[in-house]
């Protein structure tokens, strides 16, 4: 999956809420220009379903140390949400978006895919991959 040039979608099986919830899983310190692309593209797929489908959206922003605390602003101001629909903890971003998504009772997470691959995958991994068996909802992927 960690290669994958295009949207993947991980469906579980189980029943379709009848008012879906998003946790969309940013980074919005990240300062590669590849992972500003990937939290764009995250952003306005939650955007999108909000608007479409009247999903209760929610970020979920993890950070490693203090030196990286994300902006809350900023993350309202990108997002358009409220910000009780704003999430940001301290932690590992598999453990933070699957603690949310659990207590969030959330029917999708969407996390962005690197696309990282050879060496640099093999020893740091991926978000997804890391997710995908921990929580008892689909799973989108964007690249």
Known sequence: MRECLCPVLLVKEG???DAPKVLAAIDICATKEAYTRL???VLDFSKCVLEQQG??????NAFQDYKSVPDRQELIRKSGLESDKIH??????EKVIVA?????DVSLVV??????????AALVGNTIEKVVDKVACDVLSIS
Not at 88 to 93: A, K, V, Y
Not at 111 to 120: L, M, Q
Request: hydrophobic fraction near 35%; charged fraction near 20%; proline fraction near 3%.
């Open 39 to 41: 939290n764009k593209n």
């Open 55 to 60: 999903a209760e959206v929610h970020i979920v």
């Open 111 to 120: 996390v962005g895919n690197s696309t990282r691959s050879g060496i640099s």
């Open 88 to 93: 940001i903890q301290l932690g590992d971003p």
């Open 15 to 17: 029943t379709i809420a």
């Open 100 to 104: 949310y998504a659990k207590k969030l």
